[in-house]
């Protein structure tokens, strides 16, 4: 029988997995209706592939907690990768990209302002609260908080293949026309972000985890 608690930590991640899919959704069948969907390009921005992954992993991880089982060291290293992409969404996105000028060849539509407030505003803000303040993770090791990087670093090299192939970057930072150094330094500090977020979150919330229980 799922405890009272566990019910509520699985529907609260199955409701945060719909959100975030329904938000990709919401912005694809806008597009389509207004004809300037390129799912090459939009397939290929971080924060969709973030939004989507994230989505599969809440959802894993919410019938789990359903159904009683124990989450494995694979999940909960999914879910901190989720959880720091996420956080990286929110900020650079909010410090970097929410003033950026359009494509040219959107000129004329605007985003749907909700889809967009959820992807980049509060599912990062909720995804960081629920990593923190749920127990059912597996105690991972410090280093294998640098398992984060797998994702954002295989994103990055398939961004710089294709956009060599096709002269088309989903962020101007990782673009060469901004100059190799920038790129460089931007790439360098990103993937330092993620590290330290993995090495910050990992013990954080073991220790929350483990006042939950003396309660």
């Given at each position: ?93 909010n410090l970097l990209l929410a003033n950026e000028k ?114």
């Amino acid at each position: 029988m799922v405890q009272k608690r566990n019910l509520l930590i699985g529907l609260v991640r199955i409701a945060m997995a719909v959100t975030l899919l329904y938000a990709v959704y919401w912005q694809i069948s806008d597009r389509l209706s207004h004809n300037v969907f390129r799912p090459a390009e939009y397939f290929s921005y971080f924060t969709i592939t973030s939004c989507i992954l994230s989505g599969i992993v809440l959802l894993v991880a919410g019938l789990g907690v359903l159904r009683n089982k124990s989450e494995g060291k694979w999940l909960t290293i999914a879910r901190l990768t989720m959880a720091a992409s996420m956080i990286i969404v929110g900020v650079i996105y909010n410090l970097l990209l929410a003033n950026e000028k359009p494509n040219p060849l959107d000129a004329g539509y605007d985003w749907p302002v909700v889809p967009n407030l959820i992807m980049h505003t509060y599912m990062p803000i909720i995804i960081f609260l629920e990593w923190l303040i749920t127990n059912t993770a597996f105690k991972l090791k410090l280093k294998q908080a640098f398992w984060v990087l797998i994702y954002p670093l295989s994103w990055l090299a398939f961004s710089l293949i294709r956009g060599s192939i096709t002269g088309w970057w989903p962020y101007w930072f990782i673009d060469p026309a901004s100059g190799l150094p920038t790129v460089v330094q931007w790439i360098a500090t990103i993937s330092a972000f993620f590290v330290v977020l993995a090495l910050v979150l990992t013990p954080l919330q073991q220790a929350l985890a483990r006042s939950y229980r003396r309660q």
